[in-house]
């Protein structure tokens, strides 16, 4: 129903403004937040160009920017979406709106519209104006949630009222040419009509027949959560697994909207609850997507199957976990029977839980040492994938429940290492001080030092050199801590380096040292502190 509807809408992109609902994608990754990216002409007519004002909520700090903005210019958008994860988990509006646009577009992760309405809708409610209006276009186009017409017109009127011109426009356009479900019913029709008895004839004489807008009336009655029409099919014998196009039962529909009452009539009435649609989900699956922790135990109760996979693989515990809902991981894991079971590479629901879930969903599915400490195929621990995250609140947990720091994965990198590569400074200096071997290098060579220094981690740098670590350790191409300031241009760091002892006549494979590096880089600051080679 709400595909079609979003069809609907899609019809009136010819209208003015209307194209915007479909499309909605004027988010930071196509506007100004990639920095250094030249703009096109569609993007420089983007309704976000206009005069805006200023957005609720404080801003990421100079080097946290500055480090995301380097990382898009690069096209490293897997970094940057990491970069941004950890600022969007503690709050920050302007963090949780750029991260909506990774996961609506696609750069440097899977589109993933559930994700970034999560995100964007987080960034909104911290009063983000452009979110509010990319919120207001996402209820519209039913991307990553269902159609609401009446939500996105509440969220255009927020942003509008913070002076955003572009949801000024939109919500003028609505006015002049509604949304389907907005535009007014003709005098004699009946408004917002209550649930009645159904009169469909072929009711009485054949009830599997029964039909209502084009469908059974079963699944139409399901579709709006109407109890009366639903009793009365049931009683006068309709089936009640009947299914629609996609192969959706009414309890499929019913576990899909959260409505429990509609659920529990149709188990009573002999609703198959491990009947699967035309992706392979069942009803309890379905809830577990969308956090129905009432549904899913009431399912479990019955007897539904908690470890059913789709035709992909999902299962209704790795639903629950890619959205972090923690009372329907609670439910699934008390009543289900054994372990939870891995990817086929080896992957847990703790690994994936540890990458972006909070600290309670961690603290449900980290139930002992073998769990917490299990590698899978690329050798990668939850505690892995929460350093690589930066998700500093499921990482200490994990310590605190002994997850071993020395593991390292298939590429030589134990989580702190990560965590520097990643440029995380809180995860980082977390693992190093409850002791994360400071001396350990990747399979490259790069010691904690090169890459708190190639990070720009000026704090990390001082925490390792207080720990002797050889400060003229080189990777594999020669290059020491050091050269890699000069690399960076990171003066700040170059002279703490310089004066805890650092060799600056060292060469690398190229024979250059720091102050060739630096004259090359063109870095002045940095070469003005190294005396020239001789």
Not at 104 to 122: E, V
Not at 201 to 226: S, V
């Amino acid at each position: 129903m709400n595909q079609e509807l979003g069809r609907r809408i899609a019809g009136a992109a010819s209208i003015a403004g209307f194209a915007i609902l479909v499309c909605a994608f004027d988010c930071s990754l196509a506007n100004n937040a990639l920095a250094g990216e030249p703009q096109s002409s569609a993007q420089r007519s983007s309704p976000n160009e206009d005069t805006e004002p200023a957005e609720a909520g404080a801003p990421l700090d100079t080097q946290g920017n500055h480090s995301i903005n380097e990382a898009i210019r690069l096209g490293r958008y897997d970094t940057a979406l990491k970069l941004l994860e950890p600022a969007a988990r503690a709050g920050n509006a302007d963090a949780q709106y750029r991260l909506a646009s990774f996961y609506r577009s696609g750069l440097g992760t899977k589109p993933d519209p559930a994700l970034a309405f999560r995100w964007m809708k987080s960034s909104a409610e911290a009063g983000h104006t452009k979110a509010q209006y990319n919120l207001a276009t996402m209820y519209l186009a039913a991307r990553g949630t269902a159609f609401d017409a009446g939500k996105a017109q509440e969220w255009l009127r927020k942003a509008a009222a913070a002076g955003y011109s572009p949801a000024k426009k939109l919500l003028a356009d609505i006015a002049a040419k509604p949304p389907p479900t907005l535009q007014k019913a003709p005098a004699t029709a009946e408004q917002n009509p209550p649930e009645r008895p159904l009169t469909n004839a072929a009711l009485k004489t054949e009830p599997q027949l029964a039909t209502r807008n084009g469908q059974p009336a079963l699944i139409d009655a399901a579709l709006r959560g109407q109890i009366i029409p639903l009793r009365q099919l049931i009683e006068a014998g309709a089936d009640v697994n009947v299914t629609n196009a996609e192969g959706n039962t009414a309890l499929a529909i019913a576990a899909t909207a959260g409505k429990l009452q509609l659920a529990e009539l149709l188990l009573s009435a002999g609703a198959d609850l491990n009947k699967r649609n035309g992706l392979g989900e069942t009803a309890l699956l379905l809830a577990s997507r969308k956090g129905h922790a009432d549904i899913v135990k009431l399912l479990l109760v019955k007897g539904a199957d908690a470890w059913a996979k789709a035709n992909s693989g999902a299962t209704p515990l790795s639903v629950a976990v890619e959205n972090c809902h923690a009372d329907t991981i609670a439910s699934l894991l008390k009543h289900s029977v054994g372990a939870p079971p891995a990817r086929e590479d080896g992957t847990t629901p703790l690994m994936e839980a540890s990458a972006s879930c909070p600290e309670r969903v961690v603290e449900l599915l980290a139930t002992d040492q073998a769990t917490i400490n299990a590698a899978n195929k690329q050798r990668r621990t939850a505690l892995w994938y929460a350093a690589d995250h930066g998700n500093l609140a499921a990482l200490t947990r994990l310590v605190q429940k002994g997850a071993d720091l020395r593991i390292a994965d298939a590429d030589g990198l134990t989580p702190f290492l990560k965590a520097l590569e990643t440029r995380n400074t809180a995860t980082s200096q977390y693992l190093l001080e409850r002791g994360a071997d400071p001396k350990a290098a990747t399979s490259s060579g790069n010691t904690p030092l090169i890459l708190a220094t190639q990070g720009g981690m000026t704090e990390l740098v001082r925490l390792l050199l207080q720990r002797k670590v050889d400060i003229n350790a080189r990777n594999r191409n020669g290059v020491s801590a050091l050269m890699m300031a000069a690399y960076q241009g990171q003066a700040d760091i170059a002279q703490i380096l310089i004066t805890g002892g650092a060799d600056k006549s060292l060469r690398n494979k190229k024979r250059e040292t720091a102050a060739d590096i630096a004259a090359t880089s063109g870095n002045i600051e940095v070469s003005n502190l190294l005396e020239p080679s001789r």
